[in-house]
C-alpha cells in the first residue's frame, strides 16, 4: 500500500522530461493558459459576489452588541470572503478545472502514451463525449467526497484535538484519491472503460490514486504556478501510472538514459 502510494508520487519526477523529450510543450502552454483563466474566474466570482451581496452589512445589522463590533467587522471583511474563495477553490475548483480541461487532457494523455509506445493510440477525440463524461465522473466524485467527508468530521469530532488531526488528514486522503481518479479517467476513457470499469479500476488500484492525486493537490494549492503545471502533470503522472497496469510497462522505464 504504501510502496504504491509513493509510487503515485514518483511518477511525478519523469513529467518535465517527458515534456520535453516529446515536445509536448504547446499542449502544456494551452492548457496551462486555459487552467488560469478558470481558476482566476474561481476567485474573482466568489469575490464579487461577496462585495456586491450586502451580506456583510446584514450580518452587522443583527449583531445585537456595541462589545466587539470592530472585531466582527474586521472578521467580515477578511476572513468571511476568504472562506468563500477557498470553498470555492479547494472543494469545487478541482472539479471545474478537470471537467473543462477534460476534453484537452484527453488529447494530452493520448500523446504521451503514443510517444511511450512509438506508436499511434487510437482516439476519436469527440469534444462533446470528452466533456460530457467529465461532468458525470466529477459530479459522482463531488458526491461522495462530500458524503465522505460529513462521515469523516461526524465521526472524529467525539475525539478532542487528536480527532482534528485525525479527521484533517483522512479527509486529505479522501480528496487525493478523488483528484487522482479524475487524472486516471482520461486514461482510461481512452482504453474504451465505462464509467462503472473505470471506477473499478481505481479502486483496485486505490493506492495509485492516492499518491497521483496527492502530489496534485500540493501542486494546486501554489499560487498560480501549482494552477497551471498541476493539471498538466496530474494527467501526465496518470498516464505513466495506468500503463504500469494495464500494458505492464514498469514506472522506472520512464526514466532518462
Known sequence: MIGAILDGIKSYQYTIGMISRYKLWRYVIFSSILSFAIIAFLVAGPTWIFLNS?????ILEAYPFEFGRHVVEWLLENLLM???????????GKYI?????SPFM?????KVESAIKGVPVKSDGNFIRDLIRGIRIALRNIIRELILTVLVLIIFNVIPVLG???????????????AGFGNMDYTLERKQYGVKDSVKFVRRNWSLAIGNGMFFLLLFV????????APVYGTISAVLLVLTQTDSIPLDSHARD
Do not use: C, D, K, N
Open 54 to 58: 450586502g451580506l456583510e452589512e446584514r
Open 82 to 92: 476568504i472562506m468563500m474563495i477557498l470553498i470555492m477553490f479547494f472543494f469545487l
Open 97 to 101: 478545472v478537470m471537467i473543462v480541461l
Open 106 to 110: 484527453s488529447i494530452l494523455s493520448e
Open 164 to 178: 482534528t488531526i485525525a479527521s484533517t488528514v483522512v479527509i486529505f486522503l479522501i480528496q487525493s484519491f478523488y
Open 222 to 229: 501554489i499560487p498560480v504556478i501549482g494552477w497551471v503545471l
